[in-house]
């Protein structure tokens, strides 16, 4: 039985106290969909991302996670489909896993549209057991470990958006399963609750200013507040900056490779307790837009497929 608790009070420091049973992700505002499935189809091309991060670099393993999503409306419907795959590390906790989501899109006026989606998952989770450091080396706990526990969970979200407005909201793991990695030792993973919301202003013919605002709640955590503003030069460059409250200011930047290709790199400068055990975080996003219909791509208006749609006819 103690030991049990100890395990299970590791497995809460690991998993609660730190506050991250979810990646996070510094560039939020280049890719919505992977914290709301409402956002499936709300882009006006089929969008695929590639996304690294490395965070508190030089700290002994640190989170380190890595993505792949992709989301786009079906053209002529008000059906909108995603799909992610990701893999994090955390410490001595891993896992990797692979969701599809759906959206059903409305209109609400010749402005607005609102969006519901829904995801469903399936994530394995490992505990390196090999890296767990004990009191004492004859200790036998860890041959009782179960190695992997594999769970099936759920996400929501709504989201409502216009041309160059967007407000969401959207609650991750719903199902909060509880991971077994000991026999009688286990730890729940607590629903995440998300709000993004965010737009842009054009100020000069190829100049905008944008800003994103994420708030992220978790059950016995504080309330984290998150946002950037961004310059963006056409459809070439855009530089950043932002603040994650009380953990760390982020810049960011981007850049159009070549066309419909695209970089983004954020660097988080920490200033938390632990800023002294690392040298910051990097996140790089490469993201790629299919233009499935010559409509879009030559209108290159954003989020609102119907007025799209009225100045092709």
């Known amino acids: 039985m103690k030991k049990a608790f100890l395990i299970s009070a590791f497995l809460v420091v690991c998993f609660v106290g730190v506050g991250q049973q979810l990646p996070v992700y510094s560039l939020f505002g280049a890719n919505k969909y992977a914290l709301n499935p409402a956002f499936a189809g709300s882009e006006y091309y089929w969008d695929f991302a590639i996304l690294h991060r490395?965070?508190?670099?030089?700290?002994?393993?640190?989170?380190?996670?890595?993505?792949?999503?992709?989301?786009?409306?079906?053209?002529?419907?008000?059906?909108?489909?995603?799909?992610?795959?990701?893999?994090d590390r955390n410490g001595v906790i891993g896992n990797m896993g692979v969701s599809l989501g759906y959206a059903y899109h409305v209109d609400l006026s010749d402005e607005f549209e609102l969006s519901f989606g829904l995801n469903g998952s399936y994530t394995q989770y490992k505990l390196f057991g090999d890296r767990v450091l004990l009191h004492s080396n004859s200790d036998n706990l860890l041959n009782q470990h179960r190695g992997t526990s594999g769970e099936f969970n759920a996400s929501f979200g709504t989201l409502l958006y216009a041309d160059n407005f967007y407000f969401g909201v959207s609650a991750l793991n719903l199902f909060s399963p509880k991971i077994d990695y000991f026999n009688g030792a286990s730890t729940p993973l607590q629903r995440h609750y998300y709000l993004q919301t965010g737009g842009r202003v054009q100020i000069t013919s190829n100049g905008a200013i944008s800003a994103d605002i994420l708030c992220d709640y978790l059950a016995n955590n504080p309330f984290q507040v998150d946002f950037r503003f961004n310059y963006e030069y056409v459809d070439i460059f855009k530089i950043g900056a932002g603040y994650r409250w009380t953990d760390s200011f982020?810049?960011?930047?981007?850049?159009?490779?070549?066309?419909?290709?695209?970089?983004?790199?954020?660097?988080?400068?920490?200033?938390?307790?632990?800023?002294s055990a690392h040298s910051g975080s990097h996140e790089v996003l490469l993201s790629y837009r299919f233009y499935y219909n010559p409509i879009y791509k030559n209108s290159k208006a954003r989020y609102n497929f119907k007025r799209i749609k009225k100045r092709g006819d």
């Open 250 to 275: 982020v810049l960011t930047a981007g850049f159009k490779v070549i066309e419909e290709l695209y970089l983004n790199y954020a660097y988080d400068m920490g200033i938390s307790k632990l800023n």
């Open 54 to 87: 490395s965070q508190w670099v030089g700290f002994d393993n640190g989170p380190s996670t890595q993505l792949f999503s992709s989301h786009s409306r079906i053209d002529g419907t008000a059906s909108g489909f995603g799909a992610t795959f990701y893999n």
